[in-house]
């Protein structure tokens, strides 16, 4: 029954910014888990970044750490990923995801850890 929304996609120059919103509604048990997943043509699904509720703690994928920020509102249900100094190679459809087991923290990054995901938001950037 739950259902995941992200939005705030578009296009971009290289170098330029954009902040993708995730809101998950729904759940009958409070969220531990939530990440962001990405995909391009002929290329595998990536974990770009998670965060777990419980401690706070957040995780990246190398190719994005230190331009991208995963922040939680646990108020609203709703995550952020702030991309920054966007570059051509984060061209995908990003995906968000949400899980309310314990167990989704040990590998937030990796998609088996989520049952419940968003519709995907492009990100077009251009050179």
């Known amino acids: 029954q739950g259902r995941v929304v992200e939005s705030g996609g578009g296009s971009v120059q290289a170098g330029g910014a954009l902040r993708l919103s995730c809101v998950a509604s729904?759940?009958?048990?409070?969220?531990?888990?939530m990440g962001w997943f990405r995909q391009a043509p002929g290329k595998e699904r990536e974990g770009v970044a998670g965060?777990?509720?419980?401690?706070?703690?957040?995780y990246y994928a190398d190719s994005v750490k230190g331009r991208f920020t995963i922040s939680p509102d646990k108020e609203k249900d709703t995550v952020y990923l702030q991309m920054n100094r966007l570059k051509p190679e984060d061209t995908a459809m990003y995906y968000c995801?949400?899980?309310?087991?314990?167990?989704?923290?040990?590998?937030?990054?990796?998609?088996?850890?989520?049952?419940?995901w968003g519709q995907g938001t492009q990100v077009t950037v251009a050179s």
């Open positions: 995801a949400a899980d309310w087991r314990a167990g989704c923290g040990s590998e937030p990054l990796q998609g088996v850890s989520y049952n419940y």
């Open positions: 729904g759940f009958f048990w409070n969220i531990n888990c």
């Open positions: 965060i777990v509720t419980g401690g706070g703690s957040t």
